[in-house]
């Protein structure tokens, strides 16, 4: 459910946490001491991206200074960076159990145990453990991890609830999150009015969330409303939201069900004139005019949408390919044609949500 990439974020997060949390806690008790040249050391390990070296080295301060609860915390993190979120979690639990531990402490526990389950794909258990610890949803980062195990559980009420307040609580928002909450809401409803509103509120938080575009386009189809449906797709082409082919092939087989292809192609040709968003748009253009013989019309449409843009690597590819012209596509090879909008990963092929970030709709064409 969340890629390694996340995993290594929140890690570090944790790491720059807990690093300060050593820094600046009270002397209160010998049994929480840290030897900070050993602990810099771990940490510098960590840093430096050799997270082997970064828990051997903590395993070897747990021995030496007999497993202080910062070290085996410290541990448990890196497990689940490592990806062994069960043993991460092992970890914590035991620290939790300790009784001699703080409240403060086991609060910041209570946060990494709920991160060892939620990446573990166990959105009940991270529910249990958070909602089981009075408090917790005082921590904005409990609040979000919240929202996110009650979307996988399909709480979708409750996700955007707990999304909400940890808006409210933090000043930061998650791009897209609520929009999913609402769309996810829609595709569960057995009740088509019940889906509709959903969707609708999805579109007031986001008019041009293209998800949405697209499902309300599909369910005006369904019900047989196709002039309605054709004009959604016309404002999905022409707002730029189609991300790749398959929303041009998906549209195309919409407007051919309906006996209307010319008019697509009729479209199309105006959106270019106009300016299209897209370069899909001229892809599928230039694809069409290839398909009927006319290369000279392809690479007019391309090399024009490509001169007007500066660049686009989707239609340099597709012009690339029509012009048979290795260079070009050479250059091209490791251009990757889509970027998050929110963190600037960068990806080769489109999807809805950023792996990295958990942004949701928030992959743009470059």
Do not use: W
């Not at 840290?34 to 840093?47: D, I």
């Not at 999150?177 to 609402?182: A, E, G, S, V």
């Not at 999805?202 to 004009?231: S, V, W, Y």
Request: glycine share 6%.
């Amino acid at each position: 459910m969340v890629s390694a990439q996340i995993i290594s974020i929140a890690a570090g997060a944790a790491v720059a946490i807990i690093f300060v949390y050593f820094l600046s806690r009270r002397k209160s008790s010998d049994r929480l001491k840290v030897k900070a040249p050993s602990m810099v050391g771990s940490l510098a390990a960590f840093f430096d991206g050799d997270d082997k070296k970064a828990l051997e080295e903590m395993k070897a301060l747990a021995l030496a200074d007999k497993g202080t609860p910062e070290i085996y915390l410290s541990i448990g993190f890196l497990y689940r960076k490592m990806g062994d979120c069960a043993k991460a979690a092992q970890i914590h639990e035991i620290l939790l159990g300790n009784n001699e531990i703080d409240d403060d402490y086991k609060a910041l526990i209570v946060t990494e145990l709920a991160r060892d389950y939620f990446y573990a794909d166990m959105p009940l258990k991270t529910l249990a453990v958070l909602g089981r610890h009075q408090g917790a949803e005082k921590n904005p980062d409990n609040l979000l991890l919240l929202a996110r195990a009650s979307l996988a559980v399909h709480d979708f009420d409750g996700a955007a609830s707990f999304y909400s307040r940890y808006e409210k609580l933090s000043g930061r928002s998650l791009k897209g999150f609520y929009c999913k909450c609402m769309l996810e809401k829609a595709r569960a409803a057995k009740d088509a009015g019940k889906a509709a509103k959903a969707i609708k509120q999805a579109q007031e938080a986001n008019r041009d969330c293209r998800p949405a575009r697209f499902i309300t386009a599909a369910m005006l189809r369904k019900e047989g409303k196709h002039t309605k449906a054709m004009d959604e797709y016309k404002t999905i082409i022409k707002n730029g939201l189609i991300r790749d082919m398959d929303d041009m092939k998906s549209i195309e087989a919409a407007f051919i069900e309906s006996g209307e292809e010319t008019a697509l192609l009729s479209f199309l040709k105006a959106n270019l004139a106009d300016g299209a968003k897209s370069p899909f748009t001229a892809v599928y253009a230039a694809g069409y005019y290839e398909g009927l013989g006319d290369k000279e019309e392809a690479k007019s449409i391309l090399y024009s949408y490509l001169t007007r843009t500066g660049f686009s690597a989707a239609a340099a590819r597709a012009y690339a390919s029509l012009t048979g012209d290795k260079v070009l596509s050479e250059a091209l090879k490791n251009e990757k044609p889509f970027s998050c909008s929110v963190c600037g990963t960068e990806y080769e092929k489109y999807q809805d949500d950023c792996r990295v970030c958990g942004s949701f709709d928030s992959i743009r064409v470059k």
